[in-house]
């Protein structure tokens, strides 16, 4: 066959502003240490570095029955989890959509009665005997432990206190703003007299590292726990003295903020979706420029941008768009007037209405799709482009193109999110510690995406100070970090009272 040398000419140019070398990478850690550091150190940072109050990890031994929930947006969740004390554990749980009325009601009360009246529907059906021993003689030590995740932006305060700031995903309820939501909870759990204690606000990524440093295997601690979905982000277990805005934060709350300084250790929430803003070692093609310009909020989330399932399909649809509507029209990527000279065929395979002219148009497990695709002639790659973005008889050197800027940036992403967990793991001394050090992670990109972890290693490897210790780095998937590791966050919450 013939090859449309231009199409594969453009598609390794733009492969190349993909490319992340080693050397990126090790000025990637080097920053992010820098910016970790200053994070941990004051206030208003591009790694905003929150201490989460939760100062243990698990390491499998727990036991007991927790409960959990999760307002995350559309639902709500309740679960109860029975942790057996040998890395392993049981989940009961139920979901409900939260009802749009709800969402924009006018007092506080009305969201949360709906919410504690789901938990007592949840502990009649699935706790009856607890429930009714309690109802006839009602003891503090028979209180459920609850951990509450709550997705919405709080300034947490406390293992369970903390205030919201805004509303975001449609809820609209202003006489919640700036009030406690453990309390707004708690204050109608007991209405209904339920055995339900509040015990702490949970993040969806410290539930994640709470998650695989029960499950993971051997009584190894995990350092990380960190997510690649919609978003990006990491926690880690911190030294607290290392901590040096703790004691800033003890001031402004009038010496209020309580948690146990006794393990020396504090959960920081890294927040690093915004690492590097102002962007400053970041790779920043003109795809990159064009979505950040584009979205709902430039110049910020750089690095989630760059990473995460929200973005890849975007980045890709820009670059594939460029090829397509390149100026030289030897390029042509689906225009197919390269080989077939004596053929009157439509120039344009294109449909107007396809996705590829929408913004958010490609989706990220697209990306995947086209990267685990080995078939012949890329046919699944062509199924695809046709099936998602109704394009019609790609050529297979336009599918090769495809396939190559689909790998160039999902590998990128790949690399960046090795910044930011070498850099963590490097800052923690634990490769030198430690004989193992392990990492949970939890997401569709990382789950799914073809040699995701592989790309990952690929750069331990590159980084000044791991090298050849990658092999003592674990990256285990830890999955359910608002049901098990929500329960896990009470259960210490608990015991550090
Ligand atoms: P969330 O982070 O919202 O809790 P997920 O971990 O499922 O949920 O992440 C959803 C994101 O993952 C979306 O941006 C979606 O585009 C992306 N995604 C979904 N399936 C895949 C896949 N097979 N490969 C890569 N990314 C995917």
Redesign the pocket.
């Known amino acids: 066959a013939l090859t449309n040398m231009a199409l594969e000419a453009e598609a390794k140019r733009i492969v190349a502003q993909f490319e992340y070398s080693v050397e990126d990478v090790n000025k990637g850690v080097q920053e992010f240490i820098r910016e970790m550091e200053e994070g941990l150190e004051k206030q208003g940072t591009p790694l905003s570095q929150i201490p989460t109050y939760v100062t243990s990890v698990p390491n499998g031994t727990e036991k007991g029955v927790y409960l959990a929930v999760d307002l995350g947006g559309t639902n709500f969740r309740v679960c109860s989890v029975t942790l057996h004390g040998n890395q392993s554990f049981s989940l009961q749980q139920s979901k409900v959509a939260v009802p749009r009325s709800l969402m924009e009601a006018k007092t506080a009360t009305e969201l949360f009665s709906f919410l504690a009246k789901q938990i007592e529907a949840f502990l009649v059906a699935h706790h009856s005997d607890h429930f009714e021993k309690h109802k006839q003689n009602p003891v503090a030590e028979e209180f459920f432990d609850l951990g509450f995740t709550f997705s919405f932006p709080v300034n947490q305060i406390g293992i369970n206190k903390g205030n919201l700031m805004r509303w975001t995903k449609g809820y609209d309820i202003e006489e919640a703003l700036g009030k406690d939501v453990c309390e707004l909870l708690q204050k109608e759990l007991d209405a209904l007299k339920l055995p339900v204690r509040v015990a702490a606000l949970v993040n969806d990524t410290v539930g994640t590292l709470m998650a695989r440093s029960y499950t993971s295997p051997g009584k190894t601690k995990t350092l990380i726990g960190a997510?690649f979905?919609?978003?990006t982000n990491g926690a880690y277990v911190e030294s607290l003295d290392k901590v040096k805005k703790m004691k800033s934060i003890d001031e402004a709350e009038g010496g209020q903020a309580n948690y146990d300084k006794s393990t020396g250790l504090m959960i920081i929430n890294t927040e690093w979706g915004s690492f590097d803003n102002p962007l400053k070692v970041l790779p920043n093609t003109q795809y990159d420029v064009d979505l950040d310009r584009e979205s709902v909020n430039p110049g910020i989330q750089m690095f989630e941008k760059r990473v995460?399932?929200?973005f890849l399909?975007e980045i890709l649809r820009r670059a594939l768009l460029s090829l397509y509507e390149h100026k030289d029209p030897k390029v042509a990527l689906f225009k197919d007037n390269s080989s077939h000279d004596n053929d009157i065929r439509s120039t344009t395979t294109v449909d107007p209405s396809s996705a590829l002219f929408k913004q958010w148009g490609i989706?990220?497990?697209f990306?995947?799709i086209v990267e685990e695709d080995q078939s012949d002639h890329l046919r699944i790659t062509k199924q695809t482009l046709e099936r998602e973005l109704n394009i019609g008889a790609a050529s297979t050197e336009d599918c090769v193109a495809v396939k190559m800027l689909v790998h160039a940036i999902g590998k990128r992403a790949a690399r960046l999110s090795a910044v930011a967990l070498g850099a963590v793991v490097i800052s923690s001394n634990k490769l030198k510690e430690d004989e193992m050090v392990d990492i949970g992670v939890?997401?569709?990109?990382v789950e799914?995406?073809p040699g995701f972890e592989e790309y990952i290693r690929e750069a331990f490897r590159e980084i000044q100070g791991i090298g050849e210790d990658e092999k003592r780095i674990r990256i285990g998937l830890a999955k359910d970090g608002s049901g098990l590791g929500a329960a896990l966050i009470a259960l210490v919450a608990n015991k550090s009272d």
């Not at 939890?442 to 990109?445: C, E, R």
């Open positions: 997510i979905g919609t978003g995460s399932g929200m399909g989706d990220t497990s990306l995947s939890d997401g569709s990109l799914y995406y």
